[in-house]
Antibody
């Protein structure tokens, strides 16, 4: 059974930084492109970032370019999203998900709140 | 980017009835790369349909998808109690991938 477990969500001040992690199990993690998708009540679901199976290639939505960095450690079956220069509109539940296109499996989500 | 508009915003039906949910794109969805998800309260979305009409693994056959170009439909043939949830469409034919705002399916 595919399992994705996010951690690292927190309350952070505007301009601050945070790192989310996603530990995967139940599938061949190193063979999959992985993504982060966020959800807010106002803007709905939004694809944020994706990384190739090897980690060589990453892709980001324009609104997070230069601020968010996606990486992975295939030896630890773990995905990381380093977020810097956080803004109020980054407040969301962040999901890690398998694939980039449609998303087969999702984690339970990590809540990131950016507020002073 | 492609904007997806879902209708209706809320659909009130009874168990056993047929549900028809619409997703309209602001421009043609390349390759019919359109997916549907179901989201229960407090849970992550679950993939139902990809490629406009292919059911994901483990999805009951009462769920079906259709459409092409700019107009897509998710049909639930006979509603069961666990089907009452929020449904989202997503296009992945043109970057960035985008989602619709959702249709809430509620018990009448």
């Amino acid at each position: 059974e595919v399992q994705l477990l996010e951690s690292g969500g927190a309350l952070v001040q505007p301009g601050g930084s945070l790192r989310l992690s996603c530990v995967a199990s139940g599938f061949s993690f190193s063979s999959y492109t992985m993504s982060w998708v966020r959800q807010t009540p106002g803007k709905g679901l939004e694809w944020v970032s994706a990384i190739s199976s090897s980690g060589v290639s990453t892709y980001n939505v324009d609104s997070v370019k230069g601020r968010f960095t996606l990486s992975r450690d295939n030896s630890k079956n773990t995905l990381y999203l380093q977020m810097t220069s956080l803004r109020a509109d980054d407040t969301a539940v962040y999901y890690c998900a398998t694939g980039r296109s449609y998303y087969d499996s999702w984690g339970q989500g990590a809540l990131v709140t950016v507020s002073s | 980017e492609i904007v997806l508009t879902q209708s209706p915003g809320t659909l009130s039906l009874s168990p056993g009835e047929r549900a028809t949910l619409s997703c309209r794109a602001s421009q043609s969805v390349s390759g019919s790369y359109l997916a549907w998800y179901q989201q229960q309260p407090g849970q992550a979305p679950r993939l139902l349909i990809y490629g406009a009409s292919s059911r994901a693994t483990g999805i009951p056959d009462r769920f079906s998808g259709s459409g092409s170009g700019t107009d897509f439909t998710l049909t639930i043939s006979r509603l069961e109690s666990e089907d009452f949830a929020v449904y989202f469409c997503q296009q992945y034919g043109t970057s960035p991938e985008t989602f619709g705002q959702g249709t809430k399916l509620e018990i009448k």
